[in-house]
Structures are given as C-alpha cells and as structure tokens.
C-alpha cells in the first residue's frame, strides 16, 4: 500500500501512539510529514520524560490471545506494518497471556524510527489553535493543553467536547440469565428489539407525565432496554456493597470532580441510600411480567451494538477496582455469572462526540481537512490509539491521491474502531475494542460456545484483512 511520492505536506499534532503511527504511516506513502510535539517545552502533568509515545499509566497493552478482541486488533496492526507494534514486540518484558513492554525502551524505538525518517521533520512547539495548513491531524489525546481544546471546542461547539470521561461496563448478550430479565422500555416506549414483537397498546402503562423520562426513552429509538429487577433487599445488599467496594485512587494528575450527569455509581449510592433508587434504578414504568408487579429498583441494560451480542450497564459508570466490579456487579440478578467485555471507568479525558462531528475519513465535518487520531477522536486504550493513528493516515492518504475511500472491512478489529467512532449512542462514550465493534458471524455458523465463536471472528477478520490490504 505504498504510494508515489508527492509533495504536499501533513502537519500531524502530537507525538503519542497515535500521533506517531499516523506520521510515520503517512510517510512511509510518500507524504512529507511535520509533526509538531511540545515536549520539551511543555509536559502534561501526567508525562515524566521529553521522549514520543510515552506509556504513562501502564507498560502492558493487554491480552495476546486471538479470543481477546484487543489480541485480534495488535495481529492485525502487526500485519499492516504498525510501528507501534514492531516497537512494541522489539522490547516486549515477560508478562504471561499478555503483550508488555519495557516502557523506556518502547519509547526510545519509536522516537528514533521517526526521527529517523527522511520524510518526518519533527518540530518541538506547543500548539494552542488548531494549524492553519491543511490536511492536519490533531493526535493531542486525553490530555490536550486547556488552549488547544478551546479552539477546537469554538469549532465544534462546546457541547461536543467532553473533559471527563465517565463510562459503565459493558457485559457479554450471552452471558445473561434470561430467565431472570425481561426487555421493555419505560412506558412500553422505543420499541422491541430486533427481531422481537413490540407489547401490544393493551399491556402498556399510561405514558409518563415527566417530559425528562419521555425524552430519555425517545433517545433509545428502536431498541429496548433489557431489566435486571431487585427486591427490596437485593436492592440495599447492593447499595452497601457499592458503598463498602475498593476504589481506584485519583492519579496525581487527575482532579476529582464529578459532572452531576455521570457521576460514579458509588457516589451516588454514597449519598443516600435511596439515591439509586430515584436516579439510574428508578423502576417507574416497568412491569415484571413474570410477576404483573413493579419491581423495587431495576438496574438496565442497553444494547451497545445492532446485533445487541453486548449490552452496557445504563447509568453505572465506576471508580471501584476491576476485582469489585465483578464481585459487586454479579450481584445483579440476571448477571451472577456475566462475562464482562470492559470494566467501567471515570477519568481525566478530552474527546469529541464521533458520531456527530467525524466523516468518513475521521475529518471534522465542521472543518474540511482537521482530521482526528487517537483518544480524542473516542477511542480508548494504547493499542486502539496506535490504531487510529494508523487508520486515519491510510484514509487520508487515500483522500489526498484522490482515491475512493477504502476502510478496513467492519468483520476486522480496525474496521471496528470506525465501527465505534460511527455508532450513535444517547450519550457517546470511547471504549476500547471489544468484539461488540466487530461484525458478527453469520448465522450459518449456527450456535457456537463463546471462545469458538471469538476464534472464528478472528479467523474471518485477519482473512478479510488480507484481501483488504492486498487490493490496496
């Protein structure tokens, strides 16, 4: 997929994994790359050293496995030639079923590789406004300078750029008990799921005389929630339990401060025992049907994907370490052996609303040719990062040869990262990859056991992936 060389230049802000595997990526298809990195004249609080793709929280890039969605995804980067990924496997550390790194190597290699090349100028300058020169690239992640993130919130519009990332676990279809929830929206409002009959106008509830709860439920469109219904014990075991759980302590970097729309569910339960119960676990407008009852709470669950094969914990965003995620979320009933695809979470982040703001190419509709990369376009994660980056330079390297888009194919984990970044939600969340990104299998495949299943994904993925690239 190597292109001629061509004279017009890419200005690509920020050298992180995305930033860096965007330059290098648009490089090495004859494009002259200006990367502009502030470091050494100015640091996040979070950063420690003046190097590239520095990994500050963690060394480890998780799971390997082609049964873990992130496994598929660095296979898939490694075949397209990442340089994250060559880096990555070039200092690896012993760390079992997963891909680590030695964090100063890591970052050594990858300074050097684009520095090294011929076709980069690094220039080291804080950028305060979004560059004048176009195409550019804005890779300035979770952490972008209060004055970048202003000029891009004037060009967007404040309401689409979020500071603070708030996000609920999200839980595998299959791993429910069924036999233990049942689908409705409030009010019998939003309709069934696909493929399901919606209750007929007889079985529905008067509509509600709250605007707020009209308008939560015409966000759903055509899906249903799925309702995991708590007596009134369950209800206040779970409540102390949220209470009671570990928590995962603010960084340094981090101010503690919580936006009343998506606060923690520990927090609320904190405040008062009924909290939940008049807020995220409200039960007004559902009826049991196995009872004909309103149930005491109900904790909800809807769909993340249009095949509904995952499903996120409405309201249920969490600072309680992964360990008490398990320990305190399978005590919901319908989810005691639940199989959850990621962990919730509540940190530092600046991203853009996806859906409504990025094309095709992730460039800002608002402003033709600012292209988006990493975790401020919505992404969530290192390797899904470096995938980004990796994805938007092949999509603007397409555009600027005045070639037909060509994505990678919604069956592989990149094409899923476009997947997410593309898929409206009430209110956009990033994730990590997660196998709820990626196309499910045909039906043809019949029945499968949920490892099968992953394995003939990945299977499909790295070989639709392999005709992708070669035509390209």
């Known amino acids: 997929m190597n292109g001629a060389e061509s004279p017009r230049d890419v200005v690509v802000v920020g050298g992180g994994l995305a930033g860096c595997e965007a330059a290098y990526q648009l490089a090495q298809r004859g494009l002259r790359v200006r990367l502009v990195e502030m470091k050494p004249h100015k640091r996040t609080p979070a950063q420690t050293s003046d190097r590239m793709a520095e990994l500050v929280c963690s060394n480890s890039l998780r799971g390997a496995a082609l049964s873990n969605a992130v496994g598929l995804l660095k296979e898939e980067l490694r075949r397209v030639g990442s340089l994250a990924l060559r880096c990555a496997d070039e200092t690896s550390v012993p760390a079992g079923g997963a891909l680590a790194v030695d964090r100063e190597r890591f970052a050594e290699a990858m300074t050097r590789a684009i520095e090294a090349h011929p076709r980069i100028a690094v220039e080291r300058r804080e950028v305060t406004d979004i560059p004048a020169e176009r195409p550019v690239i804005l890779a300035t992640g979770p952490l972008t300078s209060d004055a970048l993130a ?9 309401e ?25 929206s409030r009010y019998g409002k939003g309709g069934a799921l696909r493929g399901e009959r919606a209750a007929p106008p007889e079985q529905r509830s008067a509509l509600p005389e709250d605007a707020a709860e009209r308008r939560d439920d015409a966000e759903v469109g055509d899906e249903a929630y799925v309702n995991c219904p708590f007596d009134e014990a369950q209800y206040k075991a779970f409540v102390r339990a949220l ?12 101010e503690v401060r919580y936006f009343e729309g998506c606060l923690p569910c520990e927090v609320m339960a904190a405040r008062g025992e009924q909290t939940l119960a008049f807020g995220p676990m409200k039960p007004v407008g559902l009826t049991d049907p196995r009872t004909g009852r309103r149930p ?20 249920f965003q969490t600072r309680m370490k992964f360990a008490e995620q398990l320990r305190v979320f399978r005590m919901v009933p319908g989810l005691e052996e ?20 990025l094309g095709p190419a992730m460039e800002l509709r608002a402003l033709p040719g600012v292209h988006l990369a990493g975790q401020i376009a919505g992404v969530e994660g290192y390797v899904e990062s470096a995938a980004a980056g990796f994805v938007c330079a092949i999509l603007l390297a397409q555009q600027l040869r005045n070639e037909p888009l060509r994505p990678p194919p919604p069956t592989t ?37 949920k490892r099968a299943r992953y394995e003939a994904m990945a299977e499909r993925a790295l070989r639709d992936l392999g005709a992708w690239w070669a035509a390209g």
């Open 150 to 158: 202003a000029s891009l919130a004037a060009a967007v519009g404040a």
């Open 160 to 184: 689409h750029l979020a500071y603070y990332d708030a996000i609920a676990p999200i839980v595998s279809a299959d791993s429910i008990d069924w036999s233990r929830v049942w689908k409705q």
């Open 243 to 254: 209470v009671e759980s570990e928590k995962v302590e603010a960084r340094d970097f981090e």
């Open 296 to 315: 005491y709470a109900v904790l909800q669950l809807r769909p993340e994907d249009e095949a509904a094969t995952a499903y996120n914990l409405v309201g």
């Open 338 to 357: 639940a199989d959850f695809l990621r962990m919730g979470s509540v940190h530092r982040n600046t991203f853009v609303d996806a859906p409504a703001l």
């Open 413 to 449: 984990a990149l094409g899923g990262i476009l997947t997410h970044l593309g898929r409206k939600q009430p209110t956009y969340q990033p994730s990590n990859i997660t196998w709820a990104h990626i196309a499910p299998l045909d039906p043809a495949h019949g029945k499968l056991r």
